[in-house]
């Protein structure tokens, strides 16, 4: 067995606009990458911490995997399994998933902001094919931007929202009913909490999907036995990697929940994951994986653009994207610790 260079890398990658939802304003992405490289072979890691989204610290994240002690949020897990499994699968010549479907059904996500904009960013969506729209809420301008979405693309495209867990079970409701009118797919993550999911569920006629309130499949299975939801959003990130989300989503259709796959604004070595986990599972909805044209600069052209609503799936070997140095510092990523098989870690910057 040929020696493995670990290093852990930091990169910073820039939106092209900022993000705006109900969680805040986001220009630009945290993320810390793990490569595996045995002086022929490399695989790598993606762990994507948000704050603002799913209290992680990315300071324990960063701690997690330069020191590989004490606790590791899911994040670092879903990275370290990444590394490891693309790894191999490179080794293999194969695709880190078992790819069935050569592409998957996307949809466009749609952040918050003055409703004529975002209508004119769901238009773009309509000319590119898209079928699926996912818009943000849980603002006060929230109904003129619905209105204004649902008369840019038309009566034919699913239409769901997602208001990060902001609302009140009251506020939920209220506005629920009032924007049931523009036939909305589903309402993603209303509410915090899976009880509060359900209260909303039993007085709302639209379908309810949890997102942030559940991680893995022992949450899946609560909120099934809660009759919390219709559907549930996996993220491998917040699962704690493949493993862990392909349980999420096999919990899901045993208790009669309807799948999907989203990414938190990953980068593309998450992305590619994600991907290939949706097309082993031939997930139905529309995942949330087409959003690394929301990121600008170089790292848009390490995934194929989705086209017509669907998203080519990376065939590999491994993750199918490089994980090469030139790659990684050409995105401005930089090295801040590295480990030698045989010794301890070194801190380089």
């Given at each position: 067995?040929?020696?493995?260079?670990?290093?852990?890398?930091?990169?910073?990658l820039?939106?092209?606009?900022?993000?705006?939802?109900?969680?805040?304003?986001?220009?630009?992405?945290?993320?810390?990458?793990?490569?595996?490289?045995?002086?022929?072979?490399?695989?790598?890691?993606?762990?994507?911490?948000?704050?603002?989204?799913?209290?992680?610290?990315?300071?324990?994240?960063?701690?997690?995997?330069?020191?590989?002690?004490?606790?590791?949020?899911?994040q670092?897990?879903?990275?370290?399994e990444?590394?490891?499994?693309?790894?191999?699968?490179?080794?293999?010549?194969s695709?880190?998933?078992?790819?069935?479907?050569?592409?998957?059904?996307?949809?466009?996500?749609?952040?918050?902001?003055?409703?004529?904009?975002?209508?004119?960013?769901?238009?773009?969506?309509?000319?590119?094919?898209?079928?699926?729209?996912?818009l943000?809420?849980?603002?006060?301008?929230?109904l003129?931007?619905?209105?204004?979405?649902?008369?840019?693309?038309?009566?034919?495209?699913?239409?769901?929202?997602?208001?990060?867990?902001?609302?009140?079970?009251?506020?939920?409701?209220?506005?629920?009913?009032?924007?049931e009118?523009?036939?909305?797919?589903?309402?993603?993550?209303?509410?915090?909490?899976?009880?509060?999911?359900?209260?909303?569920?039993?007085?709302?006629?639209?379908?309810?999907?949890?997102?942030?309130?559940?991680?893995?499949?022992?949450?899946?299975?609560?909120?099934?036995?809660?009759?919390?939801?219709?559907?549930?959003?996996?993220?491998?990130?917040?699962?704690?990697?493949?493993?862990?989300?392909?349980?999420?989503?096999?919990?899901?259709?045993?208790?009669?929940?309807?799948?999907?796959?989203?990414?938190?604004?990953?980068?593309?070595?998450?992305?590619?994951?994600?991907?290939?986990?949706?097309?082993?599972?031939r997930?139905?909805?529309?995942?949330?994986?087409?959003?690394?044209?929301?990121?600008?600069?170089?790292?848009?052209?390490?995934l194929?653009?989705?086209?017509?609503?669907?998203?080519?799936?990376?065939?590999?070997?491994?993750?199918?994207?490089?994980?090469?140095?030139?790659?990684?510092?050409?995105?401005?990523?930089?090295?801040?610790?590295?480990?030698?098989?045989?010794?301890?870690?070194?801190?380089?910057?």
């Open positions: 067995m040929r020696p493995l260079l670990r290093r852990v890398w930091r990169l910073e820039p939106l092209e606009t900022p993000f705006i939802s109900a969680t805040g304003v986001l220009r630009s992405r945290l993320l810390f990458l793990l490569t595996l490289t045995d002086g022929e072979t490399c695989g790598i890691g993606e762990a994507a911490p948000l704050p603002a989204y799913d209290g992680s610290n990315p300071q324990q994240v960063l701690v997690a995997l330069t020191s590989r002690r004490g606790r590791r949020p899911p670092a897990r879903a990275c370290e990444l590394a490891r499994l693309d790894l191999e699968a490179r080794r293999a010549g695709a880190l998933c078992h790819v069935v479907a050569e592409t998957v059904p996307v949809n466009v996500t749609l952040t918050a902001g003055p409703a004529e904009e975002v209508a004119e960013r769901a238009r773009q969506g309509v000319r590119a094919g898209f079928s699926t729209f996912k943000k809420v849980g603002l006060p301008d929230d003129e931007r619905v209105a204004a979405v649902r008369a840019a693309v038309g009566s034919w495209p699913a239409l769901r929202v997602d208001a990060n867990g902001r609302w009140s079970v009251d506020e939920a409701v209220a506005t629920i009913r009032r924007l009118r523009f036939d909305l797919e589903l309402v993603e993550q209303p509410c915090r909490t899976l009880e509060e999911l359900r209260e909303v569920r039993t007085r709302v006629s639209v379908p309810i999907a949890a997102d942030e309130a559940v991680a893995d499949a022992r949450d899946v299975q609560r909120a099934a036995a809660l009759e919390a939801c219709d559907a549930v959003c996996v993220k491998l990130s917040r699962a704690g990697g493949v493993r862990a989300a392909r349980e999420a989503i096999e919990a899901a259709r045993e208790a009669g929940l309807e799948p999907y796959l989203a990414s938190s604004l990953d980068g593309p070595w998450g992305l590619a994951a994600a991907l290939q986990l949706a097309s082993e599972q997930l139905r909805l529309a995942s949330g994986l087409a959003t690394l044209s929301l990121f600008s600069g170089p790292v848009r052209a390490l194929p653009s989705p086209a017509n609503g669907v998203a080519p799936v990376p065939a590999g070997p491994g993750l199918g994207v490089p994980c090469d140095e030139a790659t990684l510092r050409g995105l401005g990523a930089e090295v801040v610790a590295e480990t030698a098989a045989t010794s301890g870690a070194r801190r380089v910057t």
